[in-house]
């Protein structure tokens, strides 16, 4: 495996820690070997070194199972260079070789591109005129070695930028070479979704738009762009959150049931959901950037105080937009969707909302008003899944109270050490390419949002509009107020929800 981007922060935070997690649960292959490639001066033993100091900054020193490291430290080797030159590819080339010879990699190799965007095509042009894409197979057909291209995110800016970076990235690589990375689809709480869809009886008659009134997807953070203004600055909430991991989430609730769990067959149904849906209207979109306020009790800087962020900068921190899926099973549903950061609390969550009871049953009881059902898939930090529901009252009066069934992983299964890319970096190293999105997905997903990136990009917007510590802007409100009976779940505490609505008690998992 070689990263580019050896030296970067998502090296650091993401790559390192889950291939040391991967050597920990003896998952990772006796003949590997690990390459580095960056421009910085760094010798193998200082880049082990580095990451092996962030490991221990990031896990606590004496939860470092040493002997899980040291079988990743001793594959670790290192390539100085410019990524734009041939010479680095060459000297690659050169290294890759010795790891053959070293490790037994039999040719095998994967490119992990963790470096900026606009450096993705320059270097898989690079690796393919190198000759370092090509697969080796015999005279009958079969493989004798492959080569595989791992893309971060954001893979391209808008649907034309998209299309051209397939475009460069194709006339070096073939479609089942390319795993193009989204790394909410790594959680086990976002796989799961299909599993509690497909693995039960109960929930799939009821998952369509007789059922369903609307879902509401909410990834909000409380962190700021911290040391990313750069990035930010380019980029936005928009493009960095939403035809990745937005449309990721909306694609697991929506897809149809594939006849199978491969490949092949679960892409295809999420392309499916892709091509049913309307780009978004301008007007179906609200945007927002924080201004200064109180964070989790602490005062916090506006946006435009970040470092590396321009003083007026129009950047959006928060977007919240209105997606419709025109199919049989969801035509009329809208799927909202909201991300930000600054805000009140960290939750990823997908909440779906069912279709009132008819009230004419309860007219003379002093039962005022009935509340909808609520299933809500949580992703994070607090994973799990819980149902809302209306019980009976103890006592004489015919009274009402929404109580919940809720589910806890922790209570449930052991905690893994994982940040998502375990799985994925596995199934890239076993050419599982299920949860990596194909070219036609990614160019759809683009396709959606860029009507409003266009409006957006034409006209500036009066920010800021939110306070650090707060639920938003007030436009996102708009959005669900103007579809009648509809508004967002409270970000802040999960229990806000349950008291505004009058849950009487919770009902505890087995522990
Ligand atoms: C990344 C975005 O893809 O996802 C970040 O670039 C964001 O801006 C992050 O903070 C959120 O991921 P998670 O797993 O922390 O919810």
Known sequence: MVIFGATGDLTKRLLAPALYNLSRAGLLPEDFALIGVARAQETAESWREAQFKALKDHLGADSIDE??????????????????????????????????????????????????????????????????????????????????????????????????????????????????????????????????????????????????????????????????????????????????????????????????????????????????????????????????????????????????????????????????????????????????????TKVTEIAIRFKQAPYAAFRDTPVAALRPNWLVLRIAPDEGISLQFEVKRRGPALDLAAVEMNFHYDDWFPKEPSDGYETLLHDVMIGDQTLFMRADMVEEAWRIVQPVLDAWAAQKADFPNYDSGSDGPKAANLLLAEDGDRSWRPVGQPSAQTQQEGLASATAGPT
Not at 223 to 245: I, S
Not at 261 to 269: E, L, N, P, T
């Open 67 to 344: 002997a899980a490291w040291k079988r990743l430290a001793d594959k670790m080797s290192y390539v100085r260079g410019d990524l734009t030159k041939p010479e680095l590819y060459e000297a690659l080339g050169g290294a890759l070789a010795k790891a053959e010879q070293a490790h037994g990699t039999e040719g095998n190799a994967i490119f992990h591109l963790a470096i900026a965007d606009r450096l993705f095509g320059v270097v898989v042009e690079q690796l393919g005129t190198a000759g370092l894409t090509d697969q080796d197979e015999d005279p009958g057909g079969k493989r004798r070695f492959w080569r595989r291209v791992v893309i971060e995110k954001p893979f391209g800016h808008s649907l034309a930028s998209a299309r051209a970076l397939n475009h460069t990235v194709k006339r070096k690589l073939s479609e089942d070479q390319i795993f193009r990375i989204d790394h909410f689809l790594g959680k086990d709480t976002v796989q799961s979704i299909m599993a509690f869809r497909f693995a039960n009886g109960l929930f799939e008659p009821i998952w369509n738009r007789d059922r369903i009134d609307h879902v509401q997807i909410t990834a909000a953070e409380s962190v700021g762009v911290e040391q990313r203004g750069k990035f930010y600055e380019a980029t936005g909430a928009l493009r960095d959150m939403v035809p990745n991991h937005a449309l990721a989430l909306i694609s697991m609730v929506a897809m149809e049931p594939p006849v199978g769990f491969d490949a092949a067959a679960i892409r295809s149904k999420k392309a499916e959901v892709f091509a049913a849906m309307p780009a978004v209207e301008p007007a179906q979109a609200a945007r927002g950037q924080y201004g200064p306020g109180t964070l989790l009790g602490k005062p916090a800087n506006g946006y435009r105080d970040e470092p590396d962020v321009a003083a007026g900068s129009n950047v959006e921190t928060y977007v919240a937009m209105r997606f419709e899926i025109d199919n049989w099973r969801w035509a009329g549903v809208p799927f909202y969707f909201r991300t930000g950061k600054h805000l009140a």
